[in-house]
């Protein structure tokens, strides 16, 4: 199953909960409310996200005289995949990281940290910014502002279901049952429409090592630069990190775990991504 599909269907998901609690709710107005408020929230971080997340990092904007190699590499990989020059930044942050951001290849940004230019070689430095490059090159920010919109509306109709079936009834077991069924929409709705966000995160990580790794020429660079960000990234903490961004970076910034926290992962196992792009070194 090709990382597009399952896109696809993870957002086709997220739009069939929230068709089915709009049903619930009784009618299409909360629904279109919903997704309007949701929209109009969505809309200006998607056209704002590259100034707010850069600001949130810190983040330093450099040029080829004061970064040679970065700008080096990426124009090298910008020419390769027929796309403008991004503008790049530096993040004074030790914890090697990297992320791309911006709606369109014509307003795209890349911003890598001071410990991942101090970490990597040049092909392992290849490796990261070609995968940053190809969430540029594929929209990734706006699939990411889709999901956004339709978890966030999701998670208002099912707020508004809760509370309708909670207060909704008419006495005796009625209420009784009323009452369990909005405590359900009100917790579980939000958490499946969170985990299902979640997941589409990790297919396009999925999606961005395999086009990066083709972009690059070579998945060698990039499964190198990924056994040092696991390594690093557990031990060197991020300052500026922020949960609304970690899912933006090529590493989770934030210590990884087992069990659940997997779970709730922006990003997919480490290892399972290395082992996909060893398995790309055959083929290609």
């Known amino acids: 199953m090709s990382n597009w599909f399952k896109t696809t269907l993870l957002l086709a998901l997220l739009t069939g909960l929230l068709l089915w609690i709009g049903d619930l709710l009784g009618g299409q107005q909360g629904i279109v409310m919903a997704l309007v408020f949701a929209a109009?929230?969505?809309?200006?971080?998607?056209?704002?996200?590259?100034?707010?997340?850069?600001?949130?990092?810190?983040?330093?904007?450099?040029?080829?005289?004061?970064?040679?190699?970065?700008?080096?590499?990426?124009?090298?990989l910008a020419q390769r995949a027929s796309i403008p020059m991004p503008r790049l930044y530096v993040i004074p942050e030790a914890q090697p990281n990297a992320f791309a951001t911006g709606r369109n290849p014509h307003h795209a940004a890349v911003a890598v940290?001071?410990?991942?230019?101090?970490?990597?070689?040049?092909?392992?430095l290849k490796g990261v910014l070609a995968h940053e490059l190809n969430h540029v090159l594929h929209r990734d920010i706006l699939?990411?502002?889709?999901?956004?919109?339709?978890?966030?509306a999701l998670a208002m109709l099912a707020r508004m279901a809760g509370f309708?079936?909670?207060?909704?009834?008419?006495?005796?077991?009625?209420?009784?049952?009323?009452g369990m069924s909005g405590l359900f929409f009100m917790i579980v709705a939000p958490i499946a429409a969170m985990l299902i966000q979640l997941a589409i995160s990790r297919s396009r990580e999925?999606?961005?090592?395999?086009?990066?790794?083709?972009l690059a020429g070579t998945p060698t660079g990039l499964v190198s630069a990924l056994r040092k960000l696991g390594a690093y990234t557990q031990r060197i903490p991020m300052a500026?990190?922020?949960?609304?961004?970690?899912?933006?970076?090529?590493?989770n910034p934030f210590s990884g775990g087992g069990g659940l926290a997997k779970l709730?992962?922006?990003?997919?196992?480490?290892?399972?991504?290395?082992?996909?792009?060893?398995?790309?070194?055959?083929r290609m």
């Open 143 to 152: 699939i990411s502002s889709v999901a956004a919109t339709i978890a966030g």
């Open 113 to 124: 940290t001071q410990g991942l230019l101090q970490v990597m070689d040049r092909e392992e």
């Open 206 to 214: 999925f999606a961005a090592d395999e086009g990066g790794a083709r």
């Open 264 to 282: 709730f992962s922006t990003h997919p196992p480490m290892e399972q991504r290395i082992a996909r792009l060893e398995a790309m070194v055959g």
């Open 240 to 251: 500026t990190a922020q949960p609304t961004t970690a899912h933006m970076m090529i590493a």
């Open 40 to 76: 109009v929230l969505n809309f200006a971080a998607y056209f704002f996200s590259d100034k707010i997340a850069l600001g949130m990092h810190h983040a330093q904007p450099v040029d080829e005289a004061s970064a040679p190699q970065l700008y080096a590499v990426v124009a090298e």
């Open 164 to 178: 309708a079936m909670m207060f909704g009834g008419r006495g005796g077991d009625r209420d009784d049952r009323g």
